[in-house]
């Protein structure tokens, strides 16, 4: 299949249980029909662009609409845009019209979003699934006959927003002909099989949701069991009430399950495999002895290129390998030269800093099919004939990978360069310790100084000689990884793909009302930050002309 309309199209008519929704289902064939009225829809009542196609934003959580409208848009040659329903009304609008949105889809409890913002639509081009009137806008074309033509495998089905973990999210391009290849590989790699049930409860305006799950179910005619948003708290009844076999995930989902108390029946569930991203080691071993089940971690963009997977000598915390031929290296973001090879002391800390740099793609600028609209971050990835990924890693003698975080987790303290995924890391081995994002505050001087954010599991306490004593008896804990400040916070904020989002903690630094340790000279010992140490703080970077960085109180940057 050249197509993901012909992905869609091949499950026309299929019996099979395809969608189910609280207590509602659909047979594969019912999602299809579905998607063919609403291909119908937008085809008669939204005009063509002369010098592009139609563009659909989906404004919605996770319900059977959005399948729908993912569906119609691949069957009419439109193109479906995911609208991140966990940004501002100013920051919709502003992506409705970088994106050239000519429809909206959303609901009742998002219509606030689309509120008094100059997103550029009329009223008549915004339609609530809640409203009667949307009944209405589908009724005349129930039961269309799926479209006579086949789009072009070079059409858009998809503009995906980034994340927006470190700067405005951007809009990458998928093809129709694209996501189709993609789907083929990642079938196997995921192990989706026609008897497979899979749970989505990650966004779908997100490419992992899409691809890995929705994507690949579409494929084979698995079922999907969706929810409209990520619950912790109801993650294991849901996989027990639906018998799931299959989820995928991102950034710290499992780690809000495990907090969660154990389910009898967690032990002997149905799943068999959770395939995400950017889990902890520790998380990945507690949830799959929890569930009984296998969890691969991945590496991959929904800007595509290239992909690093796990293989069955993959060294514990190592990405694994780049896969399809691609040629990965990891690349010096001054000089673009190849990084040295990383070597290891006795603790499995890494010796030489040198070894981390940007993992590229070289040769493969060509694959990538572009962000939207958008010259100055296609400049940031395309340089000659490779492509950058703005993630940071290293490469081991034996060729795997290892992630060392974004461009913007790079830290140098003391003209040290080191990478906060590696603190991270050990910060996270601490018992009671959910979350502990690590990233750069100014320092007085010169340099960066290192600050954590700690969000502790349910019921748990922070102990200060503790957390000191703890990371002295790490091996592998280097003298100046070692926070200068913790801040204690009842939830670490995240983007809409639950990924966390250090900008906000970044700038407001050790200025909030959340409580904020600081570390006592180079001892192990913290102490609680008042207002007089604070203001000696500040009056050091006065001192030393540097009072532009000082971050701004977290009360002055409300609203």
């Given at each position: 299949m050249d197509t993901f309309a012909e992905v869609v199209r091949a499950r026309h008519g299929d019996p099979k249980a395809g969608l189910r929704f609280d207590d509602r289902q659909w047979?594969?064939?019912?999602?299809?029909?579905?998607?063919?009225?609403?291909?119908?829809?937008?085809?008669?009542?939204?005009?063509?662009?002369?010098?592009?196609?139609?563009?659909?934003?989906?404004?919605?959580?996770?319900?059977?609409?959005?399948?729908?409208?993912?569906?119609?848009?691949?069957?009419?040659?439109?193109?479906?845009?995911?609208?991140?329903a966990s940004r501002s009304g100013p920051e919709v609008a502003r992506?409705?019209?970088?994106?050239?949105?000519?429809?909206?889809?959303?609901?009742?409890?998002?219509?606030?979003?689309?509120?008094?913002?100059?997103?550029?639509?009329?009223?008549?081009?915004?339609?609530?699934?809640?409203?009667?009137?949307?009944?209405?806008?589908?009724?005349?074309?129930?039961g269309a006959a799926l479209p006579a033509t086949i789009p072009s495998p070079d059409d858009i089905a998809l503009l995906l927003f980034s994340s927006g973990s470190t700067g405005a999210p951007k809009a990458?391009?998928?093809?129709?002909?694209?996501?189709a290849r993609l789907l083929g590989?990642?079938?196997?790699?995921?192990?989706?099989?026609?008897?497979?049930?899979?749970?989505?409860?990650?966004?779908?305006?997100?490419?992992?949701?899409?691809?890995?799950?929705?994507?690949?179910?579409?494929?084979?005619?698995?079922?999907?069991?969706?929810?409209?948003?990520?619950?912790a708290s109801r993650f294991s009844e849901d996989i027990h009430r639906h018998g799931a076999t299959f989820v995928n995930y991102v950034g710290?989902?499992?780690?809000?399950?495990?907090?969660?108390?154990?389910?009898?029946?967690?032990?002997?569930?149905?799943?068999?495999?959770?395939?995400?991203?950017?889990?902890?080691?520790?998380?990945?071993?507690?949830?799959?002895?929890?569930?009984?089940?296998?969890?691969?971690?991945?590496?991959?963009?929904?800007?595509?290129?290239?992909r690093i997977n796990r293989t069955p000598d993959t060294p514990p915390g190592s990405l694994g390998v780049a896969v399809g031929g691609v040629d990965v290296r990891i690349l010096d973001e001054e000089t673009g030269q190849e990084c040295p090879r990383a070597r290891f002391d006795e603790s499995g800390r890494l010796i030489d800093s040198a070894a981390v740099g940007q993992i590229v793609a070289c040769g493969a600028a060509?694959?990538?099919?572009?962000?939207?609209?958008?010259?100055?971050?296609?400049?940031?990835?395309?340089?000659?004939?490779?492509?950058?990924?703005?993630?940071?890693?290293?490469?081991?003698?034996?060729?795997?990978?290892?992630?060392?975080?974004?461009?913007?987790?790079?830290?140098?303290?003391?003209?040290?360069?080191?990478?906060?995924?590696?603190?991270?890391?050990?910060?996270?081995?601490?018992?009671?310790?959910l979350s502990a994002p690590v990233f750069a505050v100014p320092d007085p001087t010169t340099g960066d100084q290192v600050m954590c954010a700690l969000e502790l599991e349910d019921g748990a306490e922070f102990d200060l000689a503790a957390f000191g004593a703890f990371l002295t008896e790490q091996p592998d804990m280097g003298d100046k990884w070692w926070p200068r400040f913790v801040r204690l916070t009842e939830r670490i904020p995240l983007t809409g793909s639950n990924k966390v989002n250090k900008a906000p903690l970044r700038a407001v630094a050790w200025n909030t009302t959340d409580p904020v340790y600081v570390r006592v000279g180079r001892t192990p010992e913290y102490v609680l930050l008042d207002d007089e140490t604070r203001a000696r703080i500040e009056q050091e970077f006065v001192a030393n002309d540097r009072t532009a960085l000082l971050p701004a109180a977290e009360s002055a940057r409300v609203g």
């Open positions: 047979t594969w064939g019912e999602v299809v029909q579905e998607s063919a009225d609403r291909a119908a829809a937008i085809v008669a009542t939204v005009p063509a662009p002369a010098d592009r196609q139609r563009h659909v934003g989906v404004l919605l959580e996770n319900v059977p609409d959005f399948v729908f409208w993912i569906g119609a848009g691949a069957l009419a040659g439109t193109a479906v845009v995911g609208i991140n992506d409705i019209r970088h994106t050239d949105i000519d429809l909206v889809i959303t609901e009742s409890r998002l219509a606030h979003l689309l509120e008094g913002t100059d997103h550029g639509l009329p009223a008549d081009r915004i339609l609530d699934i809640d409203d009667p009137r949307y009944e209405e806008f589908l009724a005349p074309f129930r990458v391009i998928v093809s129709q002909g694209r996501l590989p990642l079938t196997e790699h995921v192990r989706m099989r026609q008897d497979s049930v899979t749970y989505l409860c990650m966004p779908l305006f997100h490419g992992n949701a899409v691809m890995l799950n929705l994507g690949t179910a579409v494929r084979v005619g698995a079922t999907v069991c969706l929810t409209r948003t990520f619950s710290r989902a499992l780690s809000y399950v495990l907090d969660r108390p154990e389910d009898p029946r967690d032990r002997t569930s149905t799943l068999e495999l959770a395939f995400g991203t950017e889990a902890s080691e520790t998380d990945v071993a507690r949830f799959s002895e929890r569930f009984g089940c296998t969890v691969v971690e991945g590496y991959g963009m929904s800007e595509g290129v290239f060509h694959t990538f099919e572009g962000y939207y609209k958008n010259p100055e971050a296609m400049a940031d990835r395309i340089k000659g004939e490779d492509f950058w990924s703005g993630d940071l890693g290293y490469r081991d003698g034996n060729g795997f990978f290892y992630f060392a975080g974004r461009s913007a987790d790079w830290l140098r303290v003391d003209s040290e360069n080191f990478s906060a995924t590696a603190v991270e890391r050990i910060l996270l081995r601490m018992p009671g310790i």
